[in-house]
């Protein structure tokens, strides 16, 4: 499963810069309008209380002594904890494995946010004689009528899972802001096989295919044939998903050629392979978000738009309608004023989304990773244990500290390992988040540490922040550990970098770009701890340096740049998409390193605007980067030997770049040695400010003895470091890091979610034109859950015919206690016949809403 790239990830600087804002909408449809949440009066003053004890310990760095991670089949993974061959398989299971995990009498996580669908091929193709009918907008749009995801979820996930139907996550924070919007396009798009197959046949005509005596599509005499990748691995559930699509469209007319494949197999086809060519028509796609993400507004551009992040097939293919691009660019970089203004724009581009259908949601899952009784895991609410950034921090066995945990997973090395633009796979990220410096919730960038009940950030390495906005801004501070203020007007200052002159190697200053002045609508001030550079160390040893945090964003800007000896165009899009809400950053202080960050884009969560601009991915990918691994890839990728990304790789027919295996580690190995040889500064007339001499050997010197003791060149700063690998035989081994500067339990707080569980009960008649009032009860492990921690009881109340008739608040009776009360002009909305109350509990604690429902009868 490939993991959300911010779902609107650029990079630590430039996802942060284009953070998602999780405003409140208010819905642009039905008769009813929905009010916002309300918000909390108080910020937040220190992290949760744990609902279990906190272990003491003087340990530092992560609590075991070694993870060993290898490839576990799904099919096996329950009889293999039984079998005590491993300890945890951290892939996420189906929803129709969870009675085998109980009856195992294995404990395991639950989370959500998982999501298949059917990712479609949007390009003419280069063989004239070939007809792709999904190069048709409206067959596309077809497709959402066609698929009953209610049988899927039912015969195929057991009914554990959510249809899903839209971009978002079905029952997430930006789902139930929605909830009007989302339930009338449900309402609009549910299955109906007959009107697929008129819309598809009214299409299919029209581009000049016939409909053959047996029922088959014909183009110029050959059948219509649709290759469908379908993968085979994985929780076993997209090859069943994969057959029955198959089985929809051939009812249709169409011929399918079921091609089963594993991830190592379908990936280069359908993300590595010219559209155009015709290598694939239809794949069995699946993501997960980063982490619990509280807004998903970046999710119209990347999964729909020629300037997604991604930045590959079959996204650049995508020709969109105007109006979708305009609205998917604007809502990315934030390109709103208010509230009310990001809302309409984002239920338009929900239905638009769905003209399109680039991408087919099928199902939101509910999932499981099981691991045995001694084992203690932190996950992720919304993605689980692979996408939770203190995952592996807290990952330990019980009363105990040391030891070895035997991991299974997925996959691994699913594509090769560099930072830049390398393997986007959840089990891939997973392991290069225990190697960094925590993540933040937006964009995989470290020096914040994501909260996976909330999706908001606490401080992982920074002292303090502060955050200044444009007056007027929907910005809400939730915690208190960052210092926030409202101000008139932002000035950029002239000596904050804003672009890369690729030609002199020197940044590009605000006062040059805009010689007139410019503002931003945020400013973020990060200070780092004073001993930073003695108490942070590289695995290798070295201190990290003022050059590691300079260092990424210019190669970020670099590859985009066609002057610069690493220009990749597929990296250009990513970059000319950031710019223009862009707003600079500068140091102002080395000691203590302060770092400012201007830009036009926004977070509505005041603490994940902050930008601690550390030193990881510069393309939004997990891990961390040296600034001496990056000078000597961007030696060999300049040479023409290897490329740090897919697409360059094939276009060039050179090898893509791994840090960790292949024939990479010996073109590296020499470049090492070339840069060693000459003291190679990079960058140099930007970097030697911020570099020395004496540094830079000592951090060749390094750099050396450990590619002599490993065998790689993966480097962080994280609680473990990267051992011994073993990219054939898919295993790898990870130890405990002592240099790391915070103590085991320092998170060990986030232990046990509270989530609310709520119970909704009213009169099985109701009258039209009468008040009728249900009762709503919340609670926490059967105690009632306190008030105060509850944002908002939202209900939705629906006619026979499913449609949205009102949408207000429940009003608080006691603690845990809420009421509906329906008035006489909603329940005279109603037609006689069944009718359904349905309620969405937003608590604070957690960001995962609870839902139920109560059908009622109206006379």
Same mark, same amino acid.
Not at 658 to 682: F, M, T
């Given at each position: 499963?490939?993991?959300?790239?911010?779902?609107?990830?650029?990079?630590?600087?430039?996802?942060?810069?284009? &953070?998602?804002?999780?405003?409140?909408? &208010?819905?642009?449809?039905?008769?009813?309008?929905?009010?916002?949440?309300?918000?909390?009066?108080?910020?937040?003053?220190?992290?949760?209380?744990?609902?279990?004890?906190?272990?003491?310990?003087?340990?530092?760095?992560?609590?075991?002594?070694?993870?060993?991670?290898?490839?576990?089949?799904?099919?096996? &993974?329950?009889?293999?904890?039984?079998?005590?061959?491993?300890?945890?398989?951290?892939?996420?299971?189906?929803?129709?494995?969870?009675?085998?995990?109980?009856?195992?009498?294995?404990?395991?996580?639950?989370?959500? #946010?998982?999501?298949?669908?059917?990712?479609?091929?949007?390009?003419?193709?280069?063989?004239?004689?070939?007809?792709?009918?999904?190069?048709?907008?409206?067959?596309?749009?077809?497709?959402?009528?066609?698929?009953?995801?209610?049988?899927?979820?039912?015969?195929?996930?057991?009914?554990?899972?959510?249809?899903?139907?839209?971009?978002?996550?079905?029952?997430?924070?930006?789902?139930?802001?929605?909830?009007?919007?989302?339930?009338?396009?449900?309402?609009?798009?549910?299955?109906?096989?007959?009107?697929?197959?008129?819309?598809?046949?009214?299409?299919?005509?029209?581009?000049?295919?016939?409909?053959?005596?047996?029922?088959?599509?014909?183009?110029?005499?050959?059948?219509?044939?649709?290759?469908?990748?379908?993968?085979?691995?994985?929780?076993?559930? !997209?090859?069943?998903?994969?057959?029955?699509?198959?089985?929809?469209?051939?009812?249709?007319?169409?011929?399918?050629? !079921?091609?089963?494949?594993?991830?190592?197999?379908?990936?280069?086809?359908?993300?590595?392979?010219?559209?155009?060519?015709?290598?694939?028509?239809?794949?069995?796609?699946?993501?997960?978000?980063?982490?619990?993400?509280?807004?998903? !507004? #970046?999710?119209?551009?990347?999964?729909?738009?020629?300037?997604?992040?991604?930045?590959?097939?079959?996204?650049?293919?995508?020709?969109?309608?105007?109006?979708?691009?305009?609205?998917?660019?604007?809502?990315?970089?934030?390109?709103?004023?208010?509230?009310?203004?990001?809302?309409?724009?984002?239920? !338009?581009?929900?239905?638009?989304?769905?003209?399109?259908?680039?991408?087919?949601?099928?199902?939101?899952?509910?999932?499981?990773?099981?691991?045995?009784?001694?084992?203690?895991?932190?996950?992720?609410? &919304?993605?689980?244990?692979?996408?939770?950034?203190?995952?592996?921090?807290?990952?330990?066995?019980?009363?105990?500290?040391?030891?070895?945990?035997?991991?299974?997973?997925?996959?691994?090395?699913?594509?090769?390992?560099?930072?830049?633009?390398?393997?986007?796979?959840?089990?891939?990220?997973?392991?290069?988040?225990?190697?960094?410096?925590?993540?933040?919730?937006?964009?995989?960038?470290?020096?914040?540490?994501?909260?996976?009940?909330?999706?908001?950030?606490?401080?992982?390495?920074?002292?303090?922040?502060?955050?200044?906005?444009?007056?007027?801004?929907?910005?809400?501070?939730?915690?208190?550990?960052?210092?926030?203020?409202?101000?008139?007007?932002?000035?950029?200052?002239?000596?904050?970098?804003?672009?890369?002159?690729?030609?002199?190697?020197?940044?590009?200053?605000?006062?040059?770009?805009?010689?007139?002045?410019?503002?931003?609508?945020?400013?973020?001030?990060?200070?780092?701890?004073?001993?930073?550079?003695?108490?942070?160390?590289?695995?290798?040893?070295?201190?990290?340096?003022?050059?590691?945090?300079?260092?990424?964003?210019?190669?970020?800007?670099?590859?985009?740049?066609?002057?610069?000896?690493?220009?990749?165009?597929?990296?250009?899009?990513?970059?000319?998409?950031?710019?223009?809400?862009?707003?600079?950053?500068?140091?102002?202080?080395?000691?203590?390193?302060?770092?400012?960050?201007?830009?036009?884009?926004?977070?509505?969560?005041?603490?994940?605007?902050?930008?601690?601009?550390?030193?990881?991915?510069?393309?939004?990918?997990?891990?961390?980067?040296?600034?001496?691994?990056?000078?000597?890839?961007?030696?060999?990728?300049?040479?023409?030997?290897?490329?740090?990304?897919?697409?360059?790789?094939?276009?060039?027919?050179?090898?893509?770049?791994?840090?960790?295996?292949?024939?990479?580690?010996?073109?590296?190995?020499?470049?090492?040695?070339?840069?060693?040889?000459?003291?190679?500064?990079?960058?140099?007339?930007?970097?030697?400010?911020?570099?020395?001499?004496?540094?830079?050997?000592?951090?060749?010197?390094?750099?050396?003895?450990?590619?002599?003791?490993?065998?790689?060149?993966?480097?962080?700063?994280?609680?473990?470091?990267?051992?011994?690998?073993?990219?054939?035989?898919?295993?790898?081994?990870?130890?405990?890091?002592?240099?790391?500067?915070?103590?085991?339990?320092?998170?060990?707080?986030?232990?046990?979610?509270?989530?609310?569980?709520?119970?909704?009960?009213?009169?099985?008649?109701?009258?039209?034109?009468?008040?009728?009032?249900?009762?709503?009860?919340?609670?926490?492990?059967?105690?009632?859950?306190?008030?105060?921690?509850?944002?908002?009881?939202?209900?939705?109340?629906?006619?026979?015919?499913?449609?949205?008739?009102?949408?207000?608040?429940?009003?608080?009776?006691?603690?845990?206690?809420?009421?509906?009360?329906?008035?006489?002009?909603?329940?005279?909305?109603?037609?006689?016949?069944?009718?359904?109350?349905?309620?969405?509990?937003?608590?604070?604690?957690?960001?995962?809403?609870?839902?139920?429902?109560?059908?009622?009868?109206?006379?």
């Amino acid at each position: 499963m490939k993991i959300k790239r911010l779902y609107a990830l650029l990079s630590v600087l430039v996802v942060l810069s284009m &953070a998602l804002a999780a405003c409140a909408p &208010a819905t642009s449809e039905g008769p009813a309008t929905t009010e916002e949440p309300v918000m909390t009066e108080e910020a937040a003053t220190e992290e949760p209380a744990a609902t279990e004890e906190v272990p003491a310990t003087d340990r530092r760095g992560g609590w075991l002594d070694e993870i060993v991670f290898s490839v576990v089949s799904s099919d096996s &993974a329950i009889s293999q904890l039984e079998a005590g061959a491993i300890d945890f398989y951290s892939f996420n299971l189906s929803s129709d494995t969870l009675q085998d995990i109980k009856d195992a009498g294995l404990n395991y996580t639950q989370s959500y #946010g998982g999501n298949y669908g059917i990712s479609l091929n949007p390009a003419v193709f280069e063989d004239a004689n070939v007809l792709n009918p999904f190069s048709n907008r409206k067959i596309r749009e077809a497709m959402n009528w066609l698929i009953d995801r209610n049988y899927i979820n039912q015969e195929i996930y057991g009914g554990g899972s959510l249809p899903k139907l839209l971009p978002i996550t079905t029952q997430l924070v930006e789902y139930t802001n929605l909830i009007a919007t989302a339930r009338a396009l449900e309402t609009k798009y549910a299955y109906n096989l007959d009107k697929a197959k008129e819309v598809i046949t009214a299409e299919m005509e029209g581009m000049g295919a016939t409909l053959g005596d047996d029922g088959k599509w014909q183009y110029n005499g050959s059948p219509v044939t649709l290759i469908f990748l379908i993968r085979s691995d994985g929780d076993g559930t !997209r090859q069943p998903m994969g057959d029955y699509v198959s089985n929809q469209l051939e009812a249709v007319g169409f011929t399918v050629d !079921r091609q089963y494949k594993t991830s190592s197999e379908a990936f280069p086809i359908w993300l590595g392979t010219d559209a155009r060519a015709g290598q694939w028509n239809l794949y069995t796609a699946g993501y997960l978000p980063s982490g619990l993400t509280r807004d998903e !507004r #970046g999710n119209i551009q990347q999964y729909y738009l020629p300037t997604s992040i991604q930045a590959s097939e079959p996204f650049i293919s995508n020709v969109a309608d105007p109006e979708l691009q305009k609205l998917g660019d604007d809502l990315a970089q934030g390109n709103f004023s208010t509230k009310e203004e990001r809302d309409e724009m984002m239920a !338009r581009a929900l239905e638009l989304s769905l003209e399109d259908s680039l991408f087919v949601w099928v199902v939101d899952q509910l999932v499981y990773a099981p691991y045995n009784n001694n084992v203690s895991v932190t996950y992720d609410l &919304a993605a689980g244990y692979e996408s939770a950034a203190m995952g592996n921090y807290n990952l330990r066995l019980v009363d105990q500290e040391g030891g070895t945990m035997r991991v299974g997973t997925n996959d691994l090395f699913t594509q090769p390992w560099n930072t830049i633009a390398g393997s986007n796979w959840v089990w891939d990220s997973n392991i290069w988040r225990a190697t960094s410096m925590g993540a933040s919730p937006v964009s995989g960038g470290q020096g914040l540490m994501a909260d996976p009940y909330t999706g908001l950030a606490w401080p992982q390495r920074i002292e303090s922040a502060t955050l200044e906005y444009e007056a007027g801004l929907p910005i809400v501070q939730n915690l208190d550990w960052l210092t926030v203020t409202e101000v008139d007007q932002i000035p950029v200052p002239e000596d904050a970098w804003v672009d890369w002159n690729a030609a002199d190697q020197t940044f590009i200053t605000a006062g040059e770009k805009f010689p007139d002045g410019t503002t931003a609508k945020v400013k973020s001030t990060v200070v780092y701890p004073a001993d930073l550079f003695e108490t942070v160390k590289w695995h290798d040893g070295s201190p990290i340096s003022v050059a590691d945090f300079v260092m990424p964003f210019i190669v970020f800007l670099d590859r985009a740049k066609p002057e610069s000896p690493i220009y990749d165009e597929s990296a250009a899009l990513s970059v000319d998409a950031f710019l223009p809400s862009f707003k600079g950053w500068r140091i102002t202080s080395t000691d203590p390193l302060t770092i400012e960050y201007y830009s036009d884009s926004y977070n509505a969560d005041a603490e994940l605007n902050v930008l601690p601009l550390w030193p990881g991915s510069p393309t939004g990918l997990s891990g961390e980067n040296s600034w001496q691994i990056l000078a000597v890839s961007n030696l060999a990728e300049a040479a023409g030997e290897v490329a740090y990304s897919a697409d360059k790789a094939d276009l060039e027919q050179i090898e893509q770049m791994s840090w960790v295996g292949g024939p990479s580690l010996e073109v590296l190995k020499k470049y090492l040695d070339q840069a060693q040889a000459e003291n190679y500064i990079p960058y140099e007339a930007t970097l030697s400010q911020f570099l020395t001499p004496e540094e830079a050997a000592l951090r060749y010197e390094n750099l050396n003895k450990w590619y002599a003791d490993h065998g790689h060149f993966w480097l962080g700063t994280g609680p473990y470091y990267l051992d011994q690998v073993f990219t054939t035989e898919k295993s790898l081994v990870l130890k405990h890091f002592a240099d790391f500067p915070d103590l085991a339990n320092r998170w060990s707080s986030f232990s046990d979610p509270k989530r609310a569980t709520v119970v909704l009960d009213g009169p099985g008649q109701v009258t039209a034109g009468e008040e009728a009032v249900f009762d709503v009860i919340v609670n926490f492990k059967d105690e009632p859950y306190a008030n105060e921690d509850i944002k908002q009881v939202k209900y939705i109340l629906y006619d026979t015919t499913g449609a949205v008739v009102a949408i207000g608040d429940a009003q608080a009776v006691g603690e845990g206690q809420f009421q509906v009360a329906l008035d006489a002009e909603a329940t005279s909305q109603l037609a006689t016949g069944s009718a359904k109350l349905e309620v969405a509990v937003v608590p604070i604690p957690v960001a995962i809403p609870a839902f139920t429902s109560f059908d009622f009868v109206v006379q």
